[in-house]
């Protein structure tokens, strides 16, 4: 079965750094374009960054420059570095599959929860 | 990287048809047949219901339909039922390699 599962998220202060994964069944994270996106609490869907194939990535303007994807191929895990949090960055943050066909999202995961707190 | 505009709520009847449009810009919506549409339901996880503007996955009804005229893709939601109900996202792929979601809209099954 074609599966997204993430972890990591938490409880954060503000400029502070965490983690998130996203563990990947069912499909290879090296041969797919992955991307998070999240959703801040009441509010709509916003693309944070995709990784292609190879080393491409792009990041929205609101994360450049404080987080970072990656991913670890032997584990099929994509991974969310963020850095420098802001209040602002609280959010359920969702990885996502890329359709091999196109620019459509077809596998979601259920989301882990970041809170960024004093 | 500015979001595309859809209205904030769009309601009807049982039975009924709906329409939901997306308005962009010639760097995305105009600009690629890359155009995508996504329901959540509160609570849930967002769930792909069109892509490439008018293209339906496996297993999702034919009373969801999509097109586009220049700037603007739609979403047509057929023969309204009450599980239709939920929040619906448009997205579009850019010139500069990024994706963008649109602001979402609130359907209302009265």
């Known amino acids: 079965e074609v599966q997204l599962v993430e972890s990591g998220g938490g409880l954060i202060q503000p400029g502070g750094s965490l983690r998130i994964s996203c563990a990947a069944s069912g499909f290879s994270v090296s041969s797919n374009y992955m991307t998070w996106v999240r959703q801040a609490p009441g509010k709509g869907l916003e693309w944070v960054p995709v990784m292609y194939t190879g080393i491409r990535t792009y990041y929205a303007d609101s994360v450049k420059g404080r987080f970072t994807i990656s991913r670890d191929n032997s584990k099929d895990t994509l991974y969310l570095q963020m850095n420098s949090l802001r209040v602002e960055d609280t959010a359920v943050y969702y990885c996502a599959r890329k359709s091999m066909t196109t620019f459509a999202l077809d596998v979601w995961g259920q989301g882990t929860t970041v809170t960024v707190s004093s | ?110």
């Open chain 2, 1 to 110: 990287q500015s979001a595309l505009t859809q209205p904030a709520s769009v309601s009807g009847s049982p039975g009924q048809s709906i329409t939901i449009s997306c308005t962009g810009t010639s760097s995305d919506v105009g600009g690629y047949n890359y155009v995508s549409w996504y329901q959540q339901h509160p609570g849930k996880t967002p769930k792909l219901m069109i892509y490439d503007v008018s293209t339906r996955p496996s297993g999702v009804s034919d009373r969801f339909s999509g097109s586009k005229s220049g700037n603007t893709a739609s979403l047509t939601v057929s023969g309204l039922q009450a599980e239709d109900e939920a929040d619906y996202y448009c997205s579009s792929y850019t010139n500069s390699n990024t994706l963008v979601f649109g602001t979402g809209t609130k359907v209302a099954v009265l």
